[in-house]
């Protein structure tokens, strides 16, 4: 069977991206990294693309009169590319209701905190503004609302007392490398069932992963 085609949105540095390039190279993952969108024009992340001959292009918010435009042309870009999956990965643009819901249950989406707390920006800083003693991160499907949408995974990472926005903001991004490529796994493998807000994966997770940390199954 042919691998799923997923087209990756970033806006910045792209080092979800990255990690969704490598394990896309393992033989046996079921979706291929086959588009790279940016909305700025010098986004890092596109050196990723580059680097491993994956088609590339900035398509930028500015150059359209609203928001209805800009979803139009992502989403002429990723039909013509015959994307099937979109990851959005550090990318900062809200999607209209209209792209939400023709790509319905086909969007991911990776926030860095244990999503439905610290949706938004300064994800971290709240974080440790609100005296948690955890934190981390989650993917989930896209919806028209901001951070929302059925969960696929989420793993957590302590906060510790002496942490600054950076310092835990790296070790979510650690958490963040290992969830994304595992829920994109799911998705793309198409084991992932939606009701309503909660998701259920009838796949056996690879043996070490986080679904499946014990190696057994
Ligand atoms: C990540 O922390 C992601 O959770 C958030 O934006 C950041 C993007 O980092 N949405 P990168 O561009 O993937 O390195």
Redesign the pocket.
């Known amino acids: 069977m042919g691998r799923v085609r997923v087209g990756v949105l970033?806006s910045?540095?792209?080092?979800?991206?990255q990690t969704l390039i490598q394990a896309a190279q393992a033989p046996d993952y079921p979706a291929e990294i086959a588009y790279v969108i940016a909305n700025v024009a010098d986004a890092k992340?596109l050196d990723h693309a580059e680097r491993a001959g994956i088609p590339a292009c900035v398509i930028s918010h500015k150059d359209f009169a609203d928001r209805a435009a800009f979803d139009a042309a992502l989403d002429a870009a990723l039909r013509k590319a015959k994307i099937e999956i979109v990851c959005l990965?550090?990318f900062m643009r809200l999607l209209g209701k209209k792209f939400t819901e023709d790509w319905r249950d086909r969007v991911l989406n990776?926030?860095?905190s244990l999503l439905p707390a610290f949706p938004g920006l300064d994800t971290h800083r709240k974080a440790i503004e609100a005296g948690v003693k955890i934190s981390g991160?989650t993917v989930h499907l896209v919806r028209p609302e901001l951070d929302d949408g059925p969960i696929l995974i989420q793993a957590a990472v302590p906060v510790a007392e002496d942490d600054t926005p950076e310092t835990l903001?790296a070790r979510v991004?650690e958490v963040?490398h290992r969830c994304y490529p595992l829920a994109l796994r799911l998705l793309a493998a198409g084991a992932i069932r939606v009701t309503g807000k909660t998701t259920r994966h009838g796949a056996t997770a690879p043996k070490g992963s986080l679904l499946n940390p014990g190696g057994t199954g």
């Open positions: 970033i910045g540095r792209g080092s979800n991206l992340g990965a550090g990776i926030h860095p991160c903001a991004l963040e």
